[in-house]
């Protein structure tokens, strides 16, 4: 290789490392676009045919101070047969300043829950549309339970975390926004996992068309 194509391929490396510096700190620093919504304490009583049970579920403030999270609603649903769900939705207004999504493969292991049959479920919305979730069944003691969970906002619904966080730098650059939500839905399981399972996608697919005024398209 001559000293000129050397020289050219020094200078055109330079360029393409200074082009992504530039762009990184000009993403880094403009002002993030923060849309309108409604809080999630309005969320619907009524979700398809589950039904809130009770009152909405509020942390203490040390774990809300470990979440870090913009808003959220934690509250329980029953079905017409009487089964009962646990359903969870933590909005992050900006995921810039070091707060963001907790996922239950961290957060529930600390509390004493055992993770294992991870599996993805497809979730059919009200509405017809259909999406992934992750799917595990959790137990703690005498207590076990099927849990999906999955990543809302920004005009998307991703069950993986890598590709949500990838989609996050991307629409920081295009789009001026970082907000999203985790949400997570629970139910007894005992040893029918099926029944279940199909409970917790019905109430999922009812939250998730639910969720857009809440969680900002």
Same mark, same amino acid.
């Given at each position: 290789?001559?000293?000129?194509?050397?020289?050219?391929?020094?200078?055109?490396?330079?360029?393409?490392?200074?082009?992504?510096?530039?762009?990184?700190?000009?993403?880094? +620093?403009?002002?993030?676009?923060?849309?309108?919504?409604?809080?999630?304490? %309005?969320?619907? %009583?009524?979700?398809? *045919?589950?039904?809130?049970?009770?009152? %909405?579920?509020?942390?203490? &403030?040390?774990?809300?101070?470990?979440?870090? @999270? *913009?808003?959220?609603?934690? /509250?329980?649903?029953?079905?017409?047969?009487?089964?009962? $769900?646990?359903?969870?939705?933590?909005?992050?207004?900006?995921?810039?300043?070091? !707060?963001?999504?907790?996922?239950?493969?961290?957060?529930?292991?600390?509390?004493?829950? @055992?993770?294992?049959?991870?599996?993805? @479920?497809?979730?059919?919305?009200?509405?017809?549309?259909?999406? &992934?979730?992750?799917?595990?069944?959790?137990?703690?003691?005498?207590?076990?339970?099927?849990?999906?969970?999955?990543?809302?906002?920004? *005009?998307?619904? %991703?069950? !993986?975390?890598?590709?949500?966080?990838?989609?996050? @730098?991307?629409?920081?650059?295009?789009? /001026? /926004?970082?907000?999203g939500a985790m949400v997570r839905v629970m139910t007894s399981a005992g040893r029918d996992d099926a029944s279940a399972t199909a409970a917790a996608v019905d109430?999922?697919?009812?939250? $998730?068309?639910?969720?857009?005024? +809440?969680?900002?398209?």
């Open positions: 290789m001559t000293d000129v194509l050397k020289d050219k391929r020094f200078l055109l490396i330079a360029a393409i490392l200074f082009a992504g510096s530039a762009l990184a700190n000009w993403a880094a +620093y403009r002002d993030e676009l923060r849309p309108e919504r409604r809080p999630l304490t %309005e969320l619907s %009583e009524r979700l398809g *045919s589950w039904q809130q049970r009770g009152s %909405e579920i509020r942390f203490d &403030e040390g774990v809300e101070r470990v979440l870090r @999270v *913009s808003d959220y609603t934690m /509250r329980e649903y029953t079905s017409p047969e009487g089964r009962i $769900a646990n359903l969870y939705v933590g909005y992050y207004d900006t995921q810039r300043t070091g !707060s963001t999504y907790h996922s239950p493969q961290n957060c529930l292991p600390g509390a004493g829950w @055992v993770l294992s049959e991870p599996d993805r @479920v497809t979730v059919t919305t009200t509405g017809g549309r259909e999406f &992934e979730a992750n799917k595990y069944v959790i137990e703690n003691g005498q207590y076990r339970e099927v849990m999906l969970y999955w990543y809302q906002g920004r *005009s998307r619904t %991703e069950a !993986s975390e890598y590709r949500d966080k990838l989609n996050t @730098v991307i629409d920081s650059i295009f789009r /001026r /926004r970082t907000d109430l999922a697919g009812a939250l $998730a068309d639910s969720l857009p005024e +809440y969680i900002p398209e």
